[in-house]
């Protein structure tokens, strides 16, 4: 078993969910609108959805590599390009993050949960960045496949969970940091585009 991968995978993905994205905004403005639980369980909710697309990839592309080293090679290739494509998306964006709650609607925690577990399900974008990245991060010779890509998947849970309820928690702080302070936009936004294509040459250079 090959730790360092392991570690390079918790890192990554922390670098990740510390990147602004609609995920952890969402977090964010429900947290400030509604409470730090309200926070928490719509962070749940968004995390058990991964389990879902854990369990799509897994299989899929267990398959795959069982039936060709060539083809894992062009999934590999195509997810670096995907992560490529992304940090070019966020290079062309606005590096000023939106947090206004005004309108963000008051709901109960049952109701958070439910929608970050269906917002998470139903964004085939998940799917596909897992595609893009997990491959890149087998981690063991001896254990299975299938195996290796839900303890991945846990990991990034985990990690998730970790990283977006502490927004949760600090939501307050956070938000009140981030209208002070107009450069951490602008630093958030190359953090994402550098942790995208960083990824994306980790996952091509691997080996299986």
């Excluded at 879902?52 to 997810?79: E, M, P």
């Excluded at 307050?172 to 450069?183: E, P, Q, V």
């Amino acid at each position: 078993m090959n730790y360092d991968v392991l570690y390079t995978f918790i890192i990554a993905s922390t670098a990740l969910a510390i990147s602004p994205g609609p995920d952890n905004i969402y977090v964010l403005t429900q947290s400030i609108a509604n409470g730090k639980k309200y926070g928490l369980a719509t962070v749940v909710g968004l995390m058990s959805g991964c389990f879902v697309h854990t369990t799509l990839v897994a299989y899929g592309v267990s398959a795959i590599i069982k039936q060709s080293d060539a083809l894992f090679f062009v999934i590999k290739l195509l997810g670096a390009l995907y992560l490529f494509f992304l940090a070019y998306k966020v290079l062309r964006s606005d590096a000023t993050l939106q947090l206004t709650s005004d309108s963000v609607e008051k709901k109960s925690l049952k109701q958070l949960f439910r929608q970050g577990f269906i917002m998470n399900v139903l964004n085939p974008k998940v799917s596909i960045f897992f595609l893009a990245f997990f491959p890149g991060f087998l981690f063991s010779n001896t254990m299975g496949n299938v195996v290796q890509f839900y303890v991945l998947g846990a990991l990034f849970v985990i990690t998730g969970i970790f990283v977006f309820g502490s927004i949760a928690i600090l939501a307050g702080a956070i938000s009140n940091y981030l209208k002070r302070n107009s450069k951490a936009g602008v630093f958030l936004k190359w953090l994402q585009i550098v942790v995208f294509i960083g990824i994306g040459i980790f996952i091509l250079f691997s080996e299986k």
